[in-house]
């Protein structure tokens, strides 16, 4: 494999490449400088008064970013997928029937993680190109009149098709026909992206992970935990030690973990959530959302297919765009990473080379989003793939006249 394709920065075939990687792909995000000399510090005593104070902060933030009062805040040093085991062995037994939605790969890797526990995952299918439906999910919900479903899960950002569901919608459809199964949403590309209320929309248990929108790096990842999900806890059966709720909850009170805590990527994430509060949600999610807009309004002026075919379900985050019949996407990528040092996101599953994804999310502006427009215009022209050009220019005109 040639250096250019194993992605490392600063190098390739031919040798050093001068100036920044451009790392757009919808996560791991560039990190903000604050964010680095956050955590470029010795470690610290995790039993000792110093973590107590950072271990509140983190779940204090960690509490306005998901958008609740009463959730309890559970931090793992783990990746996303982490995340999504606790969510399922906290509060569930073998045999139960969880319903999800097949939205794209995350919700499939989702799926067959709920079968290797003992779960029984009931799939409601699509064509990995809108959001869940839920009214899909309302006509499933009252066909279960043993009530055998004990979870609604949903992936709010499908990262892999760049579709969000709606997270409100699906807890209307539960209510709507009075079912008890708690509402578990997968917010692991969504969250510091657009709006999440996880008060407000009723979420039971919702999944987070570091390396995306909060601009932190690889290795944290999060559930916010309603009083709903905590009392399942008291009698689901699945086994569970290293994930249990329990003992985290305490540390919301105490600041203190179980086990040794990943100290210097919670100091990042407390830098990162002192930067969001500098620049506000509302206009962090105007600005992913402007840019997930100018992305779209280049690849209309490439010719190029989005794969998210409903308006209503664009990502703010990240924007998979198709390649005509006949290309490849992969060939795509490793051209522009090769001659203009970018990555951008591969397609997954069935729609594995088919697709490349661009990411906007996390600390990124309006100059970095054009150089990643710019990188894709010139490789598209490389790889010989059919399209327009200008793609560049028309993002450039809406960002300013959106200045
Ligand atoms: C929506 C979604 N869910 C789950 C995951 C898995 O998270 P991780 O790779 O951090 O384990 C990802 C990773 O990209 C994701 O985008």
Known sequence: MSA??????????VGRLPGRHFLQTPGPTNLPDTVLRAMDRNAINHRGPEFGRLGRAVIAGMREVFGTQSGMIALYPASGTGAWEAALVNTLSPGDHVLMSHTGWFAHLW???AERLGLVAVMLETDWRRGADPAAIADALSADKEGRIKAVCVVHNETSTSCLSDV???RHAIDKVG???LLMVDAISSLGCGPFEFDGWGVDVAISG?????MVPPGLSFNAVSPKAMAAGKTARLARGYWDWAPLAVANETGFFPYTPAVNLLYALEAAIGLMRAEGFPAIYARHARFAEATRRAAAAWGLELQCLDARAYSPG???VRVPEGHSADKLRGLILEHFDMSLGNGLGRIEDRVFRIGHMGDINA???????????MGLALAGIPHRAGGVQAAAAYLAETA
Request: aromatic share 0%.
């Open 318 to 320: 990240v924007t998979a």
């Open 4 to 13: 250019a394709l194993t992605n490392a920065p600063h190098s390739n075939a």
């Open 168 to 170: 409100a919608a699906v």
């Open 210 to 214: 570091s390396q995306k929108g909060l």
């Open 179 to 181: 079912h008890g199964a």
């Open 367 to 377: 100059l970095q989003l054009m150089g990643a427009l710019a990188g894709v215009e």
């Open 111 to 113: 799926e067959q993680m």
